[in-house]
C-alpha cells in the first residue's frame, strides 16, 4: 500500500524490475475514469448537424471508437514490455534528435487538450461555488499541480475512484435524459429526426478516433511500472475496454442532448438538465464534470512533462529523475496551460473541433509508423541503453521515419477538411474527412518497405 501513495521519483528513464507493481486491470480503471467526463460529452456535441439524423450520429460514434481504441491500446501494451514512456521510444524509430519532431507536435497536442479541458471545468466550478471562470482555472491548475507532483499512483489511484464516482453520476444523468419527465419527451424525434449524410457521418467517426487515438503518445506511460511479464492480451483488453466504452457512452450522451436540446454550452446545459430532474443533482454534475477535467487534465500535464523533460535531455543529458526535477519542470508547465487555457472561451466548440481536426492529421502518421516498428519491424526488440545514446544503433536522424512521417502527412492534404484547409477529395466525399485512414495506410506502408530490410543493421 505504502508503493502505491508514493511521490514518484522517476521521469523517462527505464522503470528497474524491482519497482514494477500494479496488474493489468488497473489500466481499465485509469482510462475509464480518464475518458468518462464533460470533454467527451462535449466531443459528441459536435457530431450533431442540422438534418443530420441522431441514429447515423450514434453508429459513427461506435464505428471510430472501436476503431480508434484498437491503436491506442496496443500503444498501451508496449509500455510493461519496454519500461520506459511511449515518446521517448519514438528514436527507435525517429533516430536520437529526429524523435523531437513528433515530441514537439505532441506537446502542442497536450496544451491543446488541456486547454479545452481546462475552459469546462472552471465553467463547472465556477456554477458550483458561485466564483469567477477564471479563478475556476486557478484552482483547476493547482488541484492538477498537485495531483501530478504527486505522480503515476496518484494519478493511478485518483481515476480508480474517479470511475465509480462518473459511473454513478453519468448513469443517472443518461436515465433521466431518456425516461426522465419532461426532459426525455424529445428523445423520439431526436432519434429519428434527420437523414444520412456522408460528410457529417465521417466527421463522426473521425471525431470518436481522436478522441481515442488521442492518449496513443502518453498511454503506455501509464502501464510501464506495470511487471515486465504482464502480457499484451491483458495490457491491450484492459486499455481497450476503458477508453472504448466511456468514449462511446459520453459522446453518444452528448449526441443524444444536442439533438434533443441544442446547447452550445454543455456544462449549464447538463446542469440545468440535472437539476429540473432531481434535486441537488444538477450540483453533481458540476462536480462531476469538475474532477473530470482534473483527471484528464493531470494526464495532459504529466504528458507535457514527459515529453518536454525528453526534448530537454536530447540536447542537455546531465540530468537525474528525482522529485526536485519533476518540481522543476511542472510547475512551468502548469503556468504555461493555465496561461494558454485564458484563450477564446467565448468560442469553445468551434475551436475544440478545429484543434481535433487538426490535430489527427499530424498524429496518424507517428503512430503508424511506432507500431509498424513495433509490432512487424522488430517485433519488440528494442536495445533500451541505446535509446538514450545519441551514437546508439538508432541513429541520430532516421531519413527513413521523416519520408513516411511527412509523407503519410501530405498523403493526407487530399483528404482533409477542416476550417482551413479542404481537399479536393474532401468535396468529393461530401465534405468528409477519411486523411486519418489514408495517413495511417501511407505512412504504415511506407515505413515496413522501406525501414525493414534495414533494421537488421540496428538489432542488438
Same mark, same amino acid.
Given at each position: 500500500?505504502? #508503493?502505491?501513495?508514493?511521490?514518484?521519483?522517476n521521469?523517462?528513464?527505464?522503470?528497474?524490475?524491482?519497482?514494477?507493481?500494479?496488474?493489468?486491470s488497473?489500466?481499465?480503471? &485509469?482510462?475509464?475514469?480518464a475518458?468518462?467526463?464533460?470533454?467527451?460529452?462535449t466531443?459528441?456535441? &459536435?457530431?450533431?448537424?442540422p438534418h443530420?439524423?441522431?441514429?447515423?450520429?450514434?453508429i459513427? !460514434?461506435?464505428g471510430?471508437?472501436?476503431?480508434?481504441?484498437?491503436f491506442?491500446?496496443?500503444?498501451?501494451?508496449q509500455?510493461?514490455?519496454?519500461?520506459?514512456?511511449?515518446? !521517448?521510444?519514438?528514436?527507435?524509430?525517429?533516430?536520437y534528435y529526429?524523435?523531437?519532431?513528433?515530441?514537439?507536435?505532441?506537446?502542442?497536442?497536450?496544451?491543446?487538450?488541456?486547454?479545452?479541458?481546462?475552459?469546462?471545468g472552471a465553467?463547472?466550478?465556477?456554477?458550483?461555488?458561485?466564483?469567477?471562470?477564471?479563478?475556476?482555472m486557478?484552482?483547476?491548475?493547482a488541484?492538477?499541480?498537485l495531483?501530478?507532483?504527486?505522480?503515476?499512483?496518484?494519478?493511478?489511484?485518483?481515476?480508480?475512484?474517479?470511475?465509480?464516482?462518473f459511473?454513478?453520476?453519468?448513469?443517472v444523468?443518461?436515465?433521466?435524459?431518456?425516461?426522465?419527465?419532461?426532459?426525455?419527451?424529445?428523445l423520439?424525434?431526436?432519434?429519428?429526426?434527420?437523414?444520412?449524410?456522408?460528410?457529417?457521418?465521417?466527421?463522426s467517426?473521425s471525431?470518436?478516433?481522436?478522441?481515442?487515438?488521442?492518449y496513443a503518445?502518453?498511454?503506455?506511460?501509464?502501464?510501464?511500472?506495470?511487471?515486465?511479464?504482464?502480457?499484451v492480451?491483458?495490457?491491450?483488453?484492459?486499455s481497450?475496454?476503458?477508453?472504448?466504452?466511456s468514449?462511446?457512452?459520453m459522446?453518444?450522451?452528448?449526441?443524444? @442532448?444536442?439533438?434533443?436540446?441544442p446547447?452550445? +454550452?454543455?456544462?449549464?446545459?447538463?446542469?440545468?438538465?440535472?437539476?429540473?430532474?432531481?434535486?441537488?443533482?444538477?450540483?453533481?454534475?458540476?462536480?462531476a464534470?469538475?474532477?473530470?477535467v482534473?483527471?484528464?487534465?493531470?494526464?495532459?500535464?504529466?504528458?507535457?512533462?514527459?515529453?518536454?523533460?525528453?526534448?530537454?535531455?536530447?540536447?542537455?543529458? #546531465?540530468?537525474?529523475?528525482?522529485?526536485?526535477?519533476r518540481?522543476q519542470?511542472?510547475?512551468p508547465?502548469?503556468?504555461?496551460?493555465?496561461?494558454?487555457?485564458?484563450?477564446d #472561451?467565448?468560442?469553445l466548440?468551434?475551436?475544440?473541433?478545429?484543434?481535433?481536426?487538426?490535430?489527427?492529421?499530424?498524429l496518424?502518421?507517428?503512430?503508424?509508423i511506432?507500431?509498424?516498428d513495433?509490432?512487424?519491424?522488430?517485433?519488440?526488440?528494442?536495445?533500451?541503453?541505446?535509446?538514450?545514446?545519441?551514437h546508439?544503433?538508432?541513429?541520430?536522424?532516421?531519413?527513413?521515419?521523416? !519520408?513516411?512521417?511527412?509523407g503519410?502527412?501530405?498523403?493526407?492534404?487530399?483528404?482533409?477538411?477542416?476550417p @482551413?484547409?479542404?481537399?479536393?477529395?474532401a468535396?468529393?466525399l461530401?465534405?468528409? +474527412?477519411?486523411?486519418?485512414?489514408i495517413?495511417?495506410?501511407?505512412?504504415g506502408?511506407?515505413?515496413?518497405?522501406?525501414?525493414?530490410?534495414?533494421?537488421?543493421?540496428?538489432?542488438?
Amino acid at each position: 500500500m505504502a #508503493r502505491r501513495f508514493r511521490f514518484e521519483t522517476n521521469s523517462i528513464n527505464f522503470i528497474p524490475r524491482d519497482q514494477r507493481h500494479g496488474k493489468a486491470s488497473d489500466l481499465f480503471y &485509469l482510462w475509464f475514469g480518464a475518458n468518462a467526463q464533460m470533454a467527451v460529452v462535449t466531443t459528441g456535441l &459536435l457530431t450533431i448537424v442540422p438534418h443530420f439524423g441522431f441514429v447515423w450520429a450514434t453508429i459513427g !460514434i461506435i464505428g471510430g471508437s472501436l476503431l480508434g481504441s484498437i491503436f491506442m491500446a496496443y500503444h498501451s501494451a508496449q509500455g510493461p514490455h519496454l519500461g520506459i514512456p511511449q515518446m !521517448i521510444q519514438s528514436r527507435a524509430q525517429f533516430g536520437y534528435y529526429g524523435a523531437v519532431v513528433p515530441l514537439l507536435m505532441v506537446v502542442v497536442m497536450y496544451l491543446g487538450f488541456y486547454a479545452a479541458g481546462a475552459v469546462i471545468g472552471a465553467e463547472a466550478l465556477s456554477l458550483l461555488l458561485n466564483i469567477p471562470v477564471y479563478l475556476g482555472m486557478l484552482i483547476s491548475s493547482a488541484a492538477d499541480l498537485l495531483l501530478v507532483v504527486g505522480g503515476y499512483s496518484f494519478i493511478h489511484r485518483f481515476n480508480h475512484a474517479m470511475s465509480y464516482f462518473f459511473s454513478g453520476v453519468f448513469l443517472v444523468l443518461s436515465a433521466l435524459i431518456i425516461w426522465g419527465p419532461g426532459i426525455g419527451k424529445g428523445l423520439y424525434h431526436a432519434a429519428f429526426y434527420g437523414h444520412f449524410m456522408l460528410g457529417p457521418f465521417l466527421l463522426s467517426v473521425s471525431l470518436a478516433v481522436i478522441n481515442t487515438l488521442g492518449y496513443a503518445p502518453y498511454v503506455a506511460d501509464y502501464s510501464r511500472y506495470l511487471p515486465e511479464s504482464t502480457t499484451v492480451t491483458s495490457t491491450f483488453w484492459y486499455s481497450y475496454l476503458g477508453v472504448s466504452l466511456s468514449n462511446m457512452w459520453m459522446m453518444i450522451l452528448g449526441a443524444l @442532448v444536442q439533438a434533443e436540446s441544442p446547447h452550445s +454550452d454543455p456544462v449549464v446545459g447538463f446542469f440545468h438538465l440535472g437539476s429540473l430532474a432531481l434535486p441537488f443533482f444538477g450540483l453533481l454534475v458540476l462536480l462531476a464534470a469538475w474532477l473530470g477535467v482534473v483527471s484528464i487534465n493531470a494526464l495532459n500535464i504529466y504528458g507535457t512533462f514527459m515529453s518536454t523533460l525528453t526534448i530537454t535531455t536530447t540536447f542537455c543529458r #546531465r540530468w537525474k529523475p528525482t522529485l526536485r526535477l519533476r518540481i522543476q519542470f511542472i510547475v512551468p508547465i502548469v503556468i504555461v496551460a493555465t496561461y494558454v487555457s485564458f484563450f477564446d #472561451r467565448s468560442h469553445l466548440l468551434i475551436s475544440f473541433q478545429t484543434f481535433l481536426t487538426f490535430l489527427i492529421d499530424f498524429l496518424v502518421p507517428w503512430t503508424a509508423i511506432n507500431l509498424t516498428d513495433f509490432y512487424i519491424v522488430r517485433q519488440g526488440q528494442y536495445d533500451i541503453n541505446g535509446i538514450f545514446n545519441p551514437h546508439g544503433p538508432y541513429g541520430q536522424i532516421n531519413g527513413v521515419a521523416m !519520408i513516411c512521417y511527412f509523407g503519410g502527412f501530405l498523403a493526407e492534404l487530399p483528404f482533409m477538411n477542416n476550417p @482551413v484547409y479542404e481537399g479536393y477529395m474532401a468535396k468529393l466525399l461530401d465534405h468528409g +474527412d477519411i486523411s486519418w485512414i489514408i495517413g495511417l495506410i501511407v505512412a504504415g506502408a511506407l515505413y515496413w518497405i522501406l525501414e525493414t530490410p534495414l533494421a537488421h543493421r540496428k538489432r542488438f
